[in-house]
């Protein structure tokens, strides 16, 4: 006799694995597990090598035992894969929407609940064989790197399990989330995550900052990635190895450093029982969110697109001053193509979108210096998906087929493409652009250099990856970093720096478009 | 006007390893082929090699003597595709979608103009052409996409299964405009609805599991199909069984039983008549010969 619980259970499975299925029959799928595997190697540096990925201060690490493995991979996955993660899994529940999937499913006994629990189920199940590759490699890393052969198992895998899998969760929750809200599922979505990513990765600190006196009682539930424990348990080793760091010192990312690494000991971790329940409280309360997200999933699916094809966007405002303004370009070929992308790119902007442009041109004209450079960041920033996106308009609308028949298209379309990217990118800061070429004409140029940089980057990147999600990754991240004045973004704060970086990544750009956007349009 | 498509023996094999056109060899000139086959048979994939979206693993194919695969550019300037799944920037009104793709195919713009007002009026738009893409029907979207495929007045024409999506008066409307059309251009008509077909094609062409299985004549594949065909009335209760064993071109309900039409060598009952066959009964007839049904 079969009991209802357990039609529910093939259900889910079912839903899992041909989300599995549907994922790992991609070359992408493949591509991302080689390039874990090799960031993983290259996160255990050989100890003449001078920089480390995990450790405290610049050159402070633990020796290459199982157990310091495994804590590198668990941190790296906690924070990084966090982040590049959602990138990776999102999409899913979209997918099934557009491509009306949903439309079949919705017809059967299955519950929402397990819908969804299932696609969570999915993202986690892609992160777990994402660790498991990282694992491997990290075994595979501590027996060439020669520190400490003794192999433990047990130790290794701990603090991935202890410090990954909850935040993983976590991120595999928004990862549902922001499929489910129409207006997350694309650009904003990928540009809002990146900032729940530092929200979340901050509230570490509020975890830290009473100190090491408070610690046990307070670092119990930790947040999200862990890091409060990390911090915690190794402090307590790494202050005997060197009485110069601090628990805070702690690093993950590149350090460079110069000498010699300073190396501890640390081939055990120990983890109280109320910690394991503190991480177990945030994988409980990812799944208790996803299922609370059920009621909105019938919502959310009426909001689609549509099967693939089916248009790329919304219609958009008809914007009818626009016509008067482009009629002179219509008198010619290629200025009618021109003028048709403009009005494609600006006819689907959101009202948002002007306002956000009209708020940033006032803070260009009228800010202080840091808040010109912050503006001219922002301006890029809110339009991420003209850049990242423009390239791929015949595929996300289905229009390749009719575009890239006619003779030349391939040429026209890149060239007409270029120039609405470019005129968009330097228009954006347009304001700057005119009052720093008074005041500090370096400054000015910088920018402009910049501006190109970001058009022709987001347009080069796009053809590479065929995917928006990258650019619009790096943008965010580059922003993040641009508005503390650092990165290629900073052409305001840091003008010469800026020049110097455009002088090289400009002509990579170019010579990426011309190389690639020939085959890209044959692909479709 | 030059007018000549040579298909020489081309195979297309996906990175797979499944070959969906194996060794096609065709010869078209001026006139309406009808490209028929059941779905999967390849037919979608020989017309993206045609209009030069996908290159062949082996053969070539040119057009006037030049290869389109070397030179794609030569056939692509006298090309008009519609292909069987399109896209539209709902963004764009229907004119303005058409002056886009005119400036793809590097139409001069007053040349363009006129021929954006003449093709919207040949697929019934002209009091469209103003209203935005987003607000179209299915098959309003279909006839902008024949619209597309006419604007530079090409001397090939591909329609890859033009009629999906369309109603019955639209369906009507189109074959009557791609029997205008017809003359001096070659029109590839690729379709698995033989009514299509049989309404305006010159030449046919069959193809199954990539193979070609037939190219001629319309007449001569329905002559292949004489005393094939045959006219049974069955009782209602007898219809499930005949399906099993007999090919069915057609049925049709009425008062004392089904009245089936069947392809078969033999008569498929004695009280079965023979009768003249039609396009269908000698398409069908012929994909059940060469075991491609």
């Known amino acids: 006799m079969d009991r209802p619980y357990m039609g529910a259970l093939r259900r889910f499975a079912a839903i899992l694995v041909a989300d599995l299925r549907e994922r790992s029959r991609s070359t992408r799928f493949w591509v991302v597990l080689a390039l874990v595997g090799i960031a993983t190697w290259w996160c255990f540096p050989p100890s003449n090598a001078h920089y480390q990925t995990v450790g405290f201060g610049d ?69 777990t064989l994402i660790m498991l590759v990282g694992l491997a490699v990290g075994a595979v890393a501590q027996w060439v790197r020669a520190e400490d052969r003794a192999f433990d198992l047990f130790e290794l895998v701990k603090p991935v399990f202890v410090l990954a899998l909850p935040s993983l969760a976590v991120t595999a929750f928004f990862a549902v989330l922001f499929d489910l809200l129409p207006w997350l599922r694309r650009t904003g979505g990928n540009v809002l995550f990146f900032f729940v990513w530092i929200f979340v990765g901050v509230s570490a600190t509020g975890f830290v900052q009473p100190g090491p006196a408070t610690w046990t009682h307070t670092t119990w539930l930790s947040d999200p990635n862990g890091m409060a424990l990390a911090m915690r348990d190794l402090y307590a080793t790494v202050s005997h190895a060197t009485a110069t760091v601090k628990a805070s010192d702690i690093s993950i990312g590149v350090s460079d450093f110069k000498g010699k690494s300073i190396v501890f000991v640390w081939q055990h971790w120990h983890v109280r029982t109320i910690d394991l329940l503190g991480r177990a409280l945030w994988v409980a309360l990812s799944v208790l969110a996803v299922s609370a997200l059920a009621p909105m999933l019938d919502w959310a699916a009426a909001k689609t697109r549509g099967a693939a094809g089916d248009g790329a966007a919304h219609p958009g405002r008809r914007l009818r001053w626009l016509d ?24 689907q902007r959101r009202a948002w979108w002007w306002l956000a442009m009209i708020g940033l041109g006032i803070a260009q004209l009228a800010g202080d210096r840091e808040a010109l450079g912050i503006a001219t960041i922002g301006a890029w920033l809110v339009s991420v998906d003209v850049f990242a996106r423009a390239v791929l308009r015949e595929r996300d609308a289905g229009t390749g087929a009719l575009v890239f028949v006619a003779a030349g298209a391939t040429r026209r ?112 | 006007m030059a007018c000549e498509l040579t298909v020489e023996s081309v195979h297309y094999r996906y990175p797979n390893g499944h070959e969906a056109v194996s060794g096609i060899d065709l ?36 057009w006037n003597g030049e290869d389109i695969a070397r030179k794609p550019d030569a056939l692509r300037v006298e090309l008009g595709y519609l292909p069987q799944d399109f896209g539209v920037y709902q963004a764009l009104s229907a004119r303005e979608f058409l002056a886009y793709l005119a400036a793809v195919k590097g139409l001069p713009s007053t040349l363009a103009k006129t021929r954006i007002d003449d093709c919207l009026g040949l697929v019934g738009l002209a009091d469209a052409g103003d209203r935005r893409l987003g607000d179209f029907s299915g098959g309003m979207r279909q006839r902008v996409g024949i619209a597309q495929a006419l604007l530079n007045d090409p001397k090939l024409l591909i329609v ?58 319309p007449e001569q594949l329905v002559s292949q199909a004489d005393g094939h065909a045959w006219d049974w009335l069955v009782p209602e209760s007898r219809v499930a069984e005949a399906r099993t064993q007999f090919t069915i071109s057609g049925s049709l309900r009425r008062p004392d039983g089904v009245r089936l039409r069947i392809v078969a060598t033999k008569p498929p009952s004695a009280d079965a008549q023979a009768c003249a066959p039609d396009l269908e009964d000698a398409y069908l007839w012929l994909l059940a010969r060469e075991g491609a049904g």
């Open chain 2, 160 to 217: 890859d299964e033009p009629t999906v999506g369309l109603d019955p008066e639209e369906r009507l409307r189109f074959r009557h405009l791609i029997t205008d059309l017809a003359g001096e251009r070659l029109v590839i008509l690729s379709t698995h609805i033989v009514s299509d077909v049989e309404a305006s094609a010159t030449a046919l062409a069959v193809m199954a599991k990539g193979r070609l299985l037939f190219n001629g004549a």
């Open chain 1, 59 to 127: 050159n402070v690490r633990g020796i290459y035992s199982s157990a310091w493995v495994g804590m590198v991979l668990g941190l790296m996955y906690s924070t990084m894969l966090s982040l590049i993660g959602f990138y990776l899994v999102r999409g899913t529940l979209v997918r099934d929407f557009d491509t009306r999937v949903w439309q079949l499913l919705v017809a059967t006994p299955m519950t929402r609940r397990g819908y969804l629990l299932a696609k969570w189920a999915s993202h986690m199940a892609v992160f």
């Open chain 1, 324 to 347: 008067p303004m482009l009629r002179s370009f219509e008198s010619f070929a290629s200025g009618v193509l021109f003028a048709a992308e403009v009005k494609l790119v600006l006819r």
């Open chain 2, 27 to 62: 010869r078209m000139g001026p006139g309406i082929l009808g490209l028929l086959g059941p779905n999967g048979a390849g037919k979608s994939t020989l017309m993206r090699i045609l209009a030069t979206l996908s290159k062949p693993s082996s053969g070539r194919v040119l």
């Open chain 1, 413 to 524: 379309l890149l060239v007409s493409r270029i120039g609405v990217a470019l005129i968009l990118a330097v228009l954006a800061v347009g304001p700057a652009l005119l009052r720093l070429a008074f005041t500090d004409p370096t400054a000015a140029l910088a920018l402009f250099a910049t501006a190109i940089g970001v058009a022709l980057g987001g347009l080069a990147i796009g053809v590479a990856c065929r995917n928006p999600r990258p650019f619009e990754l790096l943008l965010v991240m580059l922003s993040y970093a641009g508005v503390q004045s650092g990165g290629p973004l900073a052409a305001v704060a840091k003008p010469l720096d800026a020049l110097h970086l455009q002088a090289i990544l400009l002509p990579a750009f170019a010579a990426i478009l011309v190389l690639l956007w020939p085959r890209f349009t044959r692909a479709r």
